[in-house]
């Protein structure tokens, strides 16, 4: 089956997205990326060494851009400014890249999104021929209009950044899918495959994830859970699951043609 997962023009098969923070070292990482199958690997500018600084190791060695899609972001940005700056970095450092996350904080201890600094941002990269993926809230307006800017996905949150509380707003998720136009993908507050799996059975076309990898007591088994999730669920979805029927039961077997106890 032909299910590719299409960002900005390019075709993916996997529909996990992966981030490289959190782990013990980049070996490790190594081997989480290379067991959840990603293609897609998402790095933060401001604490990932990818050539910034010359003398240390660099992640570029263990994860070379020959092999995975670099997707730099602009975790630790509370403002507009400071993340188009970041971007800005990013693209001459990794030669021009266009495909970038846009994600701009509201505040230290939650992590919420500051969605009107994100739509200022998001203007500015997509005029400065960036293609955008952009982690917001789960507000569906606020959403469309990353869409109406030009951002190429929009990446509404499922819980807090790192909480792993899972999906607490499936409706609004919804909302969001059926309205939009470009690809939508749940960033943030997956905590197991079950969540995974349930992001893609409401409709979205991928995951991005770190924590719940990163976190996990065996990183690299998480990862391989978290592939079979997302394929699990996207083939749910796709199948069509049966209607819900509160109190109306159904036999699973044929009640025709029973075997008769009288002889």
Known sequence: MNDALVIAGESYHSRLLVGTGKYK??????????????QIVTVAIRRTNIG??????????????????YLPNTAGCYSADDAVRTLRLARELLDGHKLVKLEVLGDPKTLYPNVIETLAAAKTL???GFDVMVYTSDDPIIAKQLEDIGCCAVMPLASLIGSGMGILN???????IE???????VDAGVGCAADAAIAMELG????????AIAAAQNPVLMASAMKKAIEAGRESYLAGRMPKKLYSASPSSPTSGLISGNG
């Open 170 to 176: 499936p409706w609004n998720l919804q909302i969001i």
């Open 204 to 211: 979205c076309e991928g995951v991005l994830m770190n924590t």
């Open 52 to 69: 910034q600084m010359a003398n240390e190791p660099s992640l570029l060695e263990y994860l070379p851009p020959e092999e995975f899609t």
């Open 126 to 128: 997509v005029s400065e």
């Open 25 to 38: 070292d980049f070996t490790e990482t190594r081997a989480a990326i290379d067991a959840s199958g990603a």
């Open 179 to 185: 309205n939009a136009n470009i690809p939508v993908l």
